[in-house]
């Protein structure tokens, strides 16, 4: 069974920058999307960034212009580079890897920005 791991989260104060890693391990088929969501305690679950095998990216519009998301193919790890970090984006961020047959999900990292 395919296993993600996500590792960065913490605490960090309004403006500052943090990284968040998610590697995956197992049977990984070589085209597949991977990303990251978040949910904020009593807020809906929001999918922040996609990325692509072929490295085609979305962002959430939330987040445009100071999160980029980016891969390396051959770990099968996606990164998640938060800058200019607002007491809003605290949440729990969990990482996903979709085929068109499955989809997997790690456990989730705690981000906290603090005002």
């Known amino acids: 069974q395919v296993q993600l791991v996500e590792s960065g989260g913490g605490l960090v104060q309004a403006g500052g920058s943090l990284r968040l890693s998610c590697e995956a391990s197992g049977r990984i088929f070589s085209i597949n999307t991977m990303g990251w969501y978040r949910q904020a305690t009593g807020k809906q679950r929001e999918l922040v960034a996609v990325i692509t095998s072929g490295a085609t990216t979305n962002y959430a519009d939330s987040v445009k212009g100071r999160f980029t998301i980016s891969r390396d193919n051959a770990k099968n790890t996606v990164y998640l580079q938060m800058n200019s970090l607002k007491p809003e984006d605290t949440a729990v961020y969990c990482c996903?890897?979709?085929?068109?047959?499955?989809?997997?999900w790690g456990q989730g990292t705690q981000v906290t920005v603090s005002s």
């Open positions: 996903y890897l979709h085929t068109l047959l499955a989809a997997y």
